[in-house]
């Protein structure tokens, strides 16, 4: 077996080139540092990319009105005040900034009739606010930031690169294993401070709107390090995924649709959201509107493939193709559904992760000395529920101050330090073991498993048995997996099951993190609705659940959030008062 590896040093190592990623590098490149980005897949290709709908800051360019507090009140609301309430405050604050700074660096946005940077309205979002380029804003957001980034002199882009293990010594980040998905080849990374931007996990489910990249990598590698987790049974169910053919379902249905008036209703015509949210209908935010499709479905009043329609052709084809040129397309290639003459049919899938890594609101550090987060792999901002829109701001507002962050750090330090040998000899043999193992478990198999039962047993209602039925059967899949194999081919070079293999690795690990934190919560909280606990407890109001590895494996705490600041509090409960009791329990 062939363990040789090649050494990379570098100041700060940005692994994921997404939005986070890509804004982080920048920013620790601008502050002097030797930056090495790690792409899972090509620069250009991360799962940003399929963010259509727009990014939300208030500039107020549609509604005057809007502010940074009111901002700061939607995402608490929305978050059901289980948000870091830094998070969110810095984030409303500094969104209008990171928009004009893209705009300044080539971003093209849609205009208003004076030229302003358009704003469409957005589920749970009191005003119009999503800065938008049609329906393909995640693109545009990534050729931006990517632009930049290239023409940097002191940054290294390493393509279809996917790292295995993080090291640390005396509690700081030193490096990582990596491997180069064409040919196998070893990687060594040292370096003065690491930031994670790997995105979610909602590959653990088999109905996602996520890419094949989203398998929790980040948040697997910041756990085996030391860092904590949090609010991993925070787990958004997008209202409108495809839903037929079978083939394309959980394929994203922007909220774009409704924020340019698309309506919702039942296999028997009715706009049933009037049930559920009379006041923002199908601009409720997202659980809501989730768990309404769900309960019409439940009711017998879903389509034929289990949905509901979406439908916005009461609007002109013109304006339609204009305004949502991805999802016309979409429909009309993959479904055969001309969206200008008829409706969608269309389903809850998985999204979002608000859990994540546990970093300090203002630098995106966590617990281990060196290691940064940002983006979705990070908890906090979004609490319990995340409002459309406020992911590629996040990306871009913490992304750049975490890669400020990251760089001081490694400006701060000496050279980089070394991984020990025993440690790096341990993990180039856990990477290369599924190599050795021809009759092993299929990677295949399991990551199908795993997909089937955390969708059987933490969907979007949950209860004790399922969740502890889950728990039980992610800790045999987890055991099974010591024995996995590549399910065919032992060659290093374009082998997807080795690929799947690692993939599977962290999935477990996130899964188990979602079964314990969903089973501590006994209560229904914004994305996280059980059966058995069907309202929420205000004892657990300010507690968030935190995910550490102890001696004898993962354990969950409950820890009481930082008091909000009165001042805070006061922008929060008069925001309160535009809504009816049943919005705001």
Known sequence: MDTAYETVETDVLVIG????GLRGAIAAAESGCRVTVICKSLLGKAHTVMAEGGMA?????????????????????????????????????????????????GAVFDRTHSGLIHQRPFGAHTYPRLAHIGDRTGLELIRTLQDRLVHRQNVDVHMEVTVARLFASAGRIVGALAYRRADGGLLLY??????????????????????????????????????????????????????????VRGILVTEGVRGEGGVLRNKDGERFMERYDPERMELSSRDVVARAINSEVVAGRGTDHGGAYLDISHKSPDYI????????????????????????????????????????????????????????????????????????????????????????????????????????????????????????????????????????????????????????????????????????????????????????????????????????????RGAHTRSDYPNPDPSLATLNYVVSEGTEGMTVQGIGAEPIPDGLVSIINRSYEKYTPEETE
């Open 321 to 524: 193709r204009r305004k949502l040129p991805s999802m016309y397309e979409q429909f009309l290639k993959l479904a055969r559904v001309d969206i200008t003459k008829g409706p969608m049919e269309v389903a809850p899938t998985i999204h979002y992760y608000m859990g994540g890594v546990r970093v300090d609101p203002e630098t995106g550090a966590t617990r281990v000395g060196g290691l940064f987060a940002a983006g979705e792999v990070t908890s906090g901002l979004h609490g319990a529920n995340r409002l459309g829109g406020n992911s590629l701001t996040d990306l871009l507002v913490f992304g750049k101050r975490v890669g400020e962050a990251a760089a001081a750090h490694a400006l701060q330090h000496g050279k980089a330090g070394a991984p020990r040998s025993p440690e790096v000899a341990e993990a180039i043999a856990c990477l290369l073991g599924p190599l050795q193992r021809p009759e092993g478990e299929s990677p295949y198999r399991l990551q199908a498993e795993l997909q089937d039962l955390c969708s059987k047993y933490a969907p979007i209602i949950r209860d004790k048995p399922g969740l502890e039925e889950g728990l039980s059967r992610v800790a045999d899949l987890a055991e099974r997996s010591r024995t996995v194999g590549t399910g065919g081919p032992t060659g290093r070079v374009f082998n997807p099951g080795w690929h799947t293999a690692q993939d599977l690795r962290n999935m477990l690990v996130n899964a188990e993190a979602l079964f314990r934190s969903a089973l501590a919560r006994k209560e229904s």
């Open 17 to 20: 080139a997404g939005g986070a």
């Open 57 to 105: 800051a208030a500039l107020g360019n549609v509604a005057g009105q809007d502010s940074w507090e009111a901002h700061f009140a939607d995402t608490m609301k929305g978050g059901k005040l289980l948000n870091n309430w830094r998070m969110a405050e810095i984030h409303a604050q500094e969104a209008p900034d990171r928009v004009l700074e893209l705009e300044r660096w």
């Open 190 to 247: 040292r370096a003065r401070a690491v930031l994670l931007a790997t995105g979610g996990a909602g590959r653990i489910y088999r109905v996602t709107s996520n890419s094949w990249e989203c398998t929790g990598d980040g948040t697997a590698l910041a756990y085996e390090v030391g860092a904590e987790l949090q609010d991993c049974e925070m787990v958004q169910f997008h209202p409108t995924g495809m839903v037929w053919p079978a083939g």
